[in-house]
């Protein structure tokens, strides 16, 4: 009977054993959980790049579909944005700016920490009348074409990239700030001679 009650003695866990089992499991979600944190928040700042770039595009597309002016207005806050027209309501009123609300857009505000990192918006000489108004808004216009502008979005860690073309009014995003993207220089070939 004595080798059985020691046998019973060997098999249990000391309270010192369980203890060290639940820190080591709790150390180990914990590491788990600051990595799937991050790995979110990347994908938050991913999705809110992408969505930007889709806005862009469809501004363009409604620039050229309505033969009219369309802005992506950037919240001063750098928060958010949304895609404005001009709407007349009859031939005898100043147009109105909308604020574009449809089946395929809708104004955004970023979640999470994302938000607009910098913003470099180049004026053409008409618009310096308007600086104030245009200053956080790119402007695609009925031809295809778009004021030039270099947009980061990010959230402290993920850096995404969106470059306007000016000539197209195409839109592409990528990877990394704006110091790491290719500066292109704008000539006004008028002062060229």
């Known amino acids: ?13 000391t309270l010192v054993e369980i203890l060290l089992v639940i820190t080591l499991i709790a150390i180990m979600a914990g590491m788990g959980t600051g990595l799937y944190r991050r790995s979110y928040d990347s994908m938050l700042c991913r999705t809110s790049a992408r969505n930007f770039l889709l806005a862009a595009k469809y501004a363009r597309i409604l620039a050229i579909q309505r033969q009219q002016p369309c802005k992506l207005v950037m919240d001063p806050n750098q928060t958010g944005y949304a895609l404005v027209i001009e709407q007349n309501t009859t031939d005898d009123e100043q147009p109105t700016e909308v604020v574009v609300r449809n089946a395929y857009f809708k104004p955004v505000i970023f979640p999470g920490s994302v938000r607009f990192e910098e913003i470099q918006i180049v004026q053409t000489a008409e618009d310096e009348n308007n600086e104030e108004q245009l200053q956080d808004a790119i402007i695609f216009s009925p031809d295809g074409t778009a004021v030039p502008g270099i947009i980061q979005i990010g959230d402290g860690l993920s850096h995404y990239t969106a470059i306007i073309n000016p000539a197209t009014g195409k839109t592409k995003m990528q990877t990394g700030t704006i110091d790491e993207q290719e500066q292109v220089e704008i000539i006004d070939l008028d002062l060229l001679k």
């Open 1 to 13: 009977m004595l080798i059985d009650e020691k046998k019973k003695i060997c098999r249990a866990f």
